[in-house]
C-alpha cells in the first residue's frame, strides 16, 4: 500500500492542455481580415454614392457662366390679352342693366344675354342683334313704346346714344305722359315722381331717381341716358 501511494506521488499532475500558439495568431488574423474586408466595402459604396452624387449637382467650371438652354412658352404681348375680351355698357329693356364683359368678336345678342336677357318690354327688333360690339359700345335695349326713337341704336366708342344729348326726358320739368315713356315708368309710378319733386325738390343726379317709391338700381340703369334733371 505504500508502494503505491509512492507511485502515485511520484507521478507528476497532468496539467490542461492550449492550444498551438500558431493556430490562435491564425483566428485573429481571420477575424481582422473580416473586418477590414467589411469596412472596405461599406467605404467603397459610400465613395461611390457620393462621387454620383456630387457629379449631377456640379457643372464644369467652364460651364458655370454659360446660361441654361431650356425652352420657355412665349409670354404673349400685353396688347394682345388685352384685346381679347371687350367691355360695353348695356342698358334699356334688360334684366341685370349695367357693365358687361365679353369676348372679342362677340355680338349684340350676346351683350344682351351677358345682362340677363331681355325683358318682358323689350323690342328687340329695334336693334341688330347681329352686330359685331366693340370694347367701349353702350347698347340701350329699347321697350316698345320707345322702339322708333334713335336711343335704341348701339353706339360704337362708348358714347351715349344720341337720346342722351338730344330729346332727353327731364325729370324737372316732365308731365306725366313723357314719363311713362321711360322704360318701367308707368302711370302709378309717373305719379310718384312728380309727387316727390314736388315735395323734396328738384333732382340733382341720376341717384336721386332711387328715393322715388317704387325705383330701384334696376330701374335706375334703365334710365341712364334716358332723362335729363
Known amino acids: ?38 469596412l472596405t466595402v461599406f467605404a ?22 454659360e446660361p441654361f438652354d431650356v425652352a420657355q412658352p412665349p409670354k404673349p404681348a400685353p396688347d394682345a390679352v388685352a384685346d381679347e ?10 334684366q341685370d342693366p349695367g357693365i358687361v364683359e365679353l369676348e372679342t368678336g362677340a355680338r349684340v345678342i350676346d351683350a344682351i344675354e351677358g345682362a340677363g336677357g331681355p325683358t318682358d318690354q323689350a323690342q328687340l327688333d329695334a336693334l341688330n342683334l347681329a352686330a359685331v360690339i366693340n370694347d367701349g359700345d353702350y347698347i340701350l335695349v329699347p321697350d316698345r313704346q320707345a322702339a322708333d ?6 353706339q360704337p366708342g362708348g ?11 327731364n325729370l324737372n320739368t316732365a308731365d306725366a305722359a313723357e314719363l311713362e315713356t321711360l322704360p318701367g315708368i308707368g302711370p302709378a309710378t309717373a305719379a310718384q315722381i312728380i309727387a316727390h319733386r314736388e315735395q323734396h325738390g328738384p333732382f340733382t343726379q341720376l341717384m336721386d331717381i332711387e328715393a322715388v317709391s317704387g325705383i330701384g338700381p334696376a330701374t335706375r340703369e334703365r334710365l341712364d341716358g334716358l332723362v335729363s334733371w
Do not use: C, Y
Request: charged share 15%; glycine share 4%.
Open 1 to 38: 500500500m505504500l508502494n503505491g501511494m509512492a507511485k502515485h506521488l511520484a507521478e507528476p499532475e497532468e496539467t490542461p492542455t492550449q492550444p498551438p500558439l500558431w493556430r490562435t495568431k491564425t483566428a485573429i488574423s481571420a477575424v481582422l481580415m473580416l473586418v477590414v474586408s467589411v
Open 44 to 65: 467603397f459604396r459610400w465613395l461611390t454614392a457620393d462621387q454620383a452624387a456630387t457629379s449631377k449637382t456640379t457643372l464644369p467650371v467652364d460651364q458655370i457662366d
Open 85 to 94: 375680351h371687350a367691355v360695353v355698357h348695356v342698358a334699356g329693356e334688360v
Open 149 to 154: 326713337t334713335p336711343s335704341a341704336q348701339a
Open 159 to 169: 358714347t351715349a346714344p344720341a337720346s342722351s344729348q338730344h330729346g332727353t326726358v
